[in-house]
C-alpha cells in the first residue's frame, strides 16, 4: 500500500534549464496538491488539480510554472528556464476522491530541486 | 505577510517531560488548524487538527488548544518521547473558501533527550 511517490527526490539543474517533477498519488486517490518549500520558509501552496483539470491555481507563479496531471501517468510539475530563486523542496500531497480537504491530505516525501 | 507564525525555530525537551509547541496567525478568517510532523527526508504527516468551534482536541499524549481571542494556538505532547523528534508545522485554512488550501508555518525543531 504505497504512499505518494515522488521523483526525482534530488534535481540539480543549470539556470535556463527545465525540471520536470513527478508526483504518483496514493492508490484510489484523485486529487492532488503541489506546495513549495523555500529555505527557512513554511510550505506554501501552489495548485490543486483532479484528473485532467487545473482546479486552483492561485499559488503558481505567472511565469515559467506550469502543471498537469493527466488520465494515465502521473502529475507533472515542470519549471522551465529555472532560476536559483527556484531552488526549494517541492511536496505533492493527495487526497481521496469526494470533496477535497486538509486533514486528508497525504504528503510526499519531496523533491528537493538544487538551481547552480 | 507570514499568516501563520512559528516563532521558536527550536525546542528542547527532556523525554518524559511536557513539549509545548506555540503557534500564532494573524488572518481571523482561519477557522480550522492542524499539526504536521516532518521527519527529515519525508513529507509531512497529519497528527492533529481542532476547529475553531472548539478549545481543545485531544489525541493520545498529543492536545491541541486554541485560543481565538488570542489568535493563538499550542500543541502540547506528554510525555515526550526520543521518537517524537521531528520539525512541527502548524497550518490553517479558512473554510468558507479554498478549505484544501493550507497556510502553514515555518516550523518547529523539536528534540527529546533521552
Known amino acids: 500500500n504505497a504512499g505518494v511517490m515522488q521523483n526525482p527526490r534530488h534535481l540539480v539543474r543549470r539556470r535556463g534549464q527545465e525540471a520536470r517533477l513527478r508526483c504518483s498519488p496514493m492508490k484510489g486517490h484523485s486529487h492532488v496538491y503541489w506546495y513549495r518549500q523555500l529555505p527557512e520558509e513554511g510550505l506554501k501552496f501552489m495548485v490543486y488539480?483532479?484528473?485532467?483539470?487545473?482546479?486552483?491555481e492561485s499559488g503558481m507563479p505567472k511565469e515559467r510554472f506550469s502543471a498537469e496531471f493527466p488520465k494515465e501517468g502521473p502529475s507533472i510539475l515542470r519549471i522551465q528556464q529555472v532560476v536559483r530563486g527556484d531552488s526549494a523542496a517541492y511536496f505533492c500531497a493527495s487526497s481521496p476522491p469526494g470533496l477535497p480537504g486538509t486533514d486528508t491530505q497525504y504528503f510526499g516525501p519531496g523533491t528537493r530541486l538544487t538551481v547552480l | 505577510d507570514q499568516q501563520v507564525k512559528q516563532n521558536s525555530p527550536s525546542l528542547s525537551v527532556q523525554e518524559g517531560r511536557i513539549s509545548i509547541l506555540n503557534c500564532d496567525y494573524t488572518n481571523s478568517m482561519f477557522d480550522y488548524f492542524l499539526w504536521y510532523k516532518k521527519y527529515p527526508a519525508e513529507g509531512p504527516t497529519f497528527l492533529i487538527s481542532?476547529?475553531?468551534?472548539?478549545d481543545k482536541n485531544e489525541d493520545g499524549r498529543f492536545t491541541v488548544f486554541l485560543n481565538k481571542s488570542a489568535k493563538h494556538l499550542s500543541l502540547h505532547i506528554v510525555p515526550s518521547q526520543p521518537g517524537d523528534s521531528a520539525v512541527y508545522f502548524c497550518?490553517?485554512?479558512?473554510?468558507?473558501?479554498?478549505?484544501?488550501?493550507?497556510?502553514f508555518g515555518k516550523g518547529t525543531l523539536l528534540t527529546v533527550n533521552p
Open positions: 481542532i476547529s475553531s468551534i472548539k
Open positions: 488539480l483532479q484528473k485532467e483539470n487545473i482546479i486552483d
Open positions: 497550518a490553517a485554512h479558512w473554510s468558507g473558501g479554498s478549505n484544501y488550501k493550507l497556510t
